[in-house]
């Protein structure tokens, strides 16, 4: 039966004390049975600790087996409080020290407190005999001054508080002995004090009470039968004092530990010896059996090193009659490797940042063995292949460090497999898998997939219209991973890159923001960057280069004959010309390009179609056979300039040409000139249809007059040189071989010469041997020839696309 002793528990709560032991270590008494919640001890304190650092260093205490965790940390007050009841006597048995030992952990950096808890025993426990009832058989012969001895009471407590006396009730026959053997026990014995008398009295009830030292003390109580009978004057002997016994734990049930043997000189009941346990802890019971006849001692329950490594019991061998002896049996349990290393991940940064410098603590391990010596030894290992190492810190702890620098992009998590290994034989191992992850660090600008763009428009394109796209890859995480495109500041042509174009800043398309003209510019470059949503951000850029293709928008530009509209242009074509002479020559420009600009020139309508041809291509004008003299003086071409689009644009002139040799036999030549309405082809073949003869009389009266004509002195002399308007070249026009623009290898101009009524009306021709030579030709203001030409509000230029 247990009693509390709360009264002396609050006593002895009030002398709880502090011992310093080594460095690191602490050392605290507490009683046993405490209330939960009861201050132990301040660590704070003791520790020279402001409290507020137990939360933030992770304080936490650690204990190799999960049941003898009793204390708890306060994290409020740095107090140590007991977390459940602690029972000295479930804990250490009849050890005289009982001491819990677990540690202190700190992290940040990491730090280690042996604690040592010293739990005093407090009277708790009464004395108990073995049995209520002990039975003793003692032959009346029996003489005086004979000693019998009854099981001893135990008391759980230790010290003071267990058993210190025994009493026995006052009677005639017995008194009490209590003496200390060698070992430490007490023998009680039953004195005889008075010879029995077996006819006065058969059985005697002796009542025995054992008291502890404890204040107040407790007491058991244990009834003495005592039968008396006829004379048995020899004990069973022990043929040991002492056995001891050596058993592996893990033993199988069923093992013989040890047989005790104890003999009798008697004869027949009187020397028959039966063995029970004298004195035997509850724990021992449910580990081992006494067989009564036998005297073996064999194994009942399980045995494990780690939970008791030493039984001790007390054995008693009594003959048929009652005289009995004792001997004591101490059995210690040797340890087997049979307890695998247990790893116990006490801390770990998870997500580790992958900007983590090498060295870089991520956790800390425990690793425990609950076997002994060489059996408890362990040594760590981790995989190959993983940028950690473990590191040896303090008793079974480790650091789990990086050993190199961590990149989330290459391996964005780890499964780190730890492996613990004893030193037992066979040794025993144990794994445990770490899973840790690595946090993204913005450490990565957008890369674009290609190094330059080049993208290509053609003019005169849509205001929005997509124009190419650029694509940027980062591969960090979320919105250190998230790509916004812009367009960098920038000019072209003098105004803002924006004004041209725009860029979405999710996708990277890009978009004009203008139509483009080629003519005003034929490529730009600008630059987009790419930049991340990171902390800070990081970017790069990328050149995008755009082209603007041409369209055919531009119609043909006729030089020469001049465009001016008050101008009035002719040459003169010398009535010995050949068949193949230049004439002129049509120059035009085209403000396209390529296959856009290629010219091509056409007569379309001429006085006399077969006198006169020109270069597809070059716009030269030639005669196609030898000037007769049936052709008509006044010779007008009108002829088409196309370019090579598609759809292609064209522009019309007009050639005044006059076959003469000198300006004396030309005539009035105001009716040279055609009315710009009166230019239409349909308008003339209408009229052709109509007039048909009146065309052909007019045809014959032109030529009588023609020759009649060139017998007639000259009409106008020539003061001075009078020109025939040269080509006008726009600056912006540049010449391109063989398209039909204008070409450095010509350079006409037409002229008139003074003198007689046999001058001649000479002209250029470019420079080949099929030309006259420049030098013959004389310039004059081309005013000079209103009057002979006619009113200039009749030029005969005529400048309109064919497709319009």
């Not at 409020?76 to 009982?98: A, F």
Request: hydrophobic share 35%; with cysteine.
């Amino acid at each position: 039966m247990r009693h509390k002793g709360t009264s002396f528990q609050i006593v002895l709560c009030g002398f709880a004390f502090l011992l310093h032991l080594t460095a690191g270590d602490l050392s605290y008494s507490i009683p046993e049975e405490m209330r939960p919640g009861s201050i132990v001890g301040n660590l704070a304190k003791d520790l020279g600790l402001e409290v507020g650092k137990l939360s933030s260093r992770k304080a936490r205490i650690d204990t190799e087996e999960k049941y003898l965790h009793y204390c708890d940390i306060d994290f409020k007050t740095g107090n140590v409080v007991v977390r459940e009841r602690i029972d000295r006597e479930e804990l250490c048995g009849e050890k005289v020290s009982c001491v819990v030992k677990f540690e202190l952990v700190l992290e940040n950096p990491l730090e280690l407190h042996r604690i040592s808890l010293l739990v005093q025993d407090i009277n708790d426990n009464s004395p108990v005999f073995p049995k209520d009832t002990m039975k003793l058989e003692i032959t009346e012969s029996a003489d005086k001054g004979t000693r019998y001895r009854i099981n001893e009471a135990h008391d759980a407590d230790i010290g003071q508080n267990t058993v210190k006396s025994y009493t026995l009730q006052n009677n005639e026959h017995f008194v009490l002995s209590v003496r200390e053997d060698s070992d430490g026990s007490n023998s009680v014995e039953l004195v005889l004090n008075k010879e029995l008398d077996r006819e006065k009295e058969h059985d005697l009830n002796l009542e025995v009470v054992a008291a502890d030292g404890g204040n107040p003390h407790r007491s058991g109580t244990a009834t003495v039968h005592v039968t008396v009978l006829d004379a048995n004057d020899n004990a069973p002997v022990f043929s040991q004092a002492l056995y001891r016994a050596s058993l592996p734990e893990n033993s199988p049930i069923g093992t013989v530990v040890i047989t005790v043997s104890a003999s009798d000189a008697d004869e027949g009941l009187n020397g028959e010896v039966t063995y029970e346990f004298s004195r035997i802890s509850e724990k021992a019971k449910k580990v081992f059996t006494l067989e009564s006849q036998t005297g073996e001692i064999k194994v009942t329950g399980p045995i494990d090193f780690e939970s008791d490594s030493k039984y001790e019991m007390r054995i008693d061998a009594k003959d048929g009659y009652g005289l009995s002896s004792d001997s004591k049996v101490m059995i210690e349990v040797t340890d087997v490797n049979d307890n695998a290393p247990v790893i116990y991940m006490k801390s770990l940064t998870n997500p580790t940042a992958e900007n983590a410098p090498p060295s870089t603590e991520v956790g800390i391990i425990n690793v425990q063995d609950r076997d002994s010596e060489q059996n408890g030894q362990v040594r760590c290992s981790i995989q190959e292949g993983v940028p950690f190492k473990l590191v040896p810190s303090i008793k079974n702890y480790y650091s789990l460090v990086t050993t190199g620098k961590l990149d989330r992009e290459l391996v964005s998590e780890y499964n780190i497999t730890i492996t613990a290994t004893d030193e037992g034989s066979p040794p025993l191992s144990s794994s445990k898998t770490v899973h840790l992850s690595v946090a993204d660090v913005n450490d990565n600008p957008p890369v674009f997939e290609e190094q330059s763009y080049s993208a290509y428009v053609t003019e005169n394109n849509k205001p929005g219209s997509t124009l190419c796209s650029v694509t940027a890859r980062d591969p960090d995480w979320r919105q250190n991973g998230t790509v916004i495109y812009s367009l960098l500041a920038a000019e072209v042509n003098g105004a803002p890159v924006s004004s041209y174009l725009s860029v979405n800043g999710d996708t990277g398309v890009i978009h004009t923001v203008r139509s483009f003209d080629y003519e005003h510019f034929r490529s730009f470059k600008v630059h987009v960057m790419a930049r991340d949503n990171g902390s800070p951000p990081l970017s790069s850029n990328v050149s995008v280069s755009v082209f603007v293709a041409d369209v055919n928008d531009n119609s043909p530009q006729i030089l020469y004959p001049s465009p001016e509209g008050n101008s009035f242009m002719t040459e003169l074509v010398p009535k010995a010309a050949h068949g193949g002479s230049l004439v002129s020559k049509v120059i035009a420009v085209d403000a396209d390009s390529g296959q856009n600009a290629w010219l091509s020139y056409q007569i379309i309508k001429s006085t006399d179609p077969g006198l006169f041809t020109i270069g597809l291509h070059s716009g030269e004008i030639r005669t196609q056979r030898d000037i007769s003299e049936s052709d008509s003086m006044k010779q007008n071409l009108i002829v088409a300039v196309k370019d090579n689009g598609q759809p292609s644009l064209s522009a019309t002139c007009t050639m005044y040409l006059l076959i003469s040799d000198n300006l004396a036999e030309v005539p009035e030549l105001k009716d040279i000139s055609y009315d710009e309405n009166n230019s239409k082809l349909t308008f003339y073949l209408i009229i052709a249809l109509v007039c048909v003869s009146t065309f052909f009389l007019t045809f014959i009266i032109i030529i009588l007059g023609v020759r009649f004509c060139r017998r007639r002195k000259p009409r106008l002399l020539f003061d001075g040189a009078v020109a025939i308007p040269s080509a006008y070249l726009p600056p912006n026009y540049a010449e391109v071989d063989g398209t039909g623009t204008l070409r450095s290898a010509y350079n006409y101009d037409a002229y008139l010469t003074t003198g007689s009524r046999t001058s001649d009306f000479k002209f250029v021709s470019s420079y080949n041997d099929n030309t006259l030579p420049a030098d013959q030709t004389l310039r004059k203001s081309p005013s000079d020839f209103v009057d002979v030409f006619g009113d200039s509000d009749s030029s005969p230029e005529v400048w309109t696309p064919l497709n319009q």
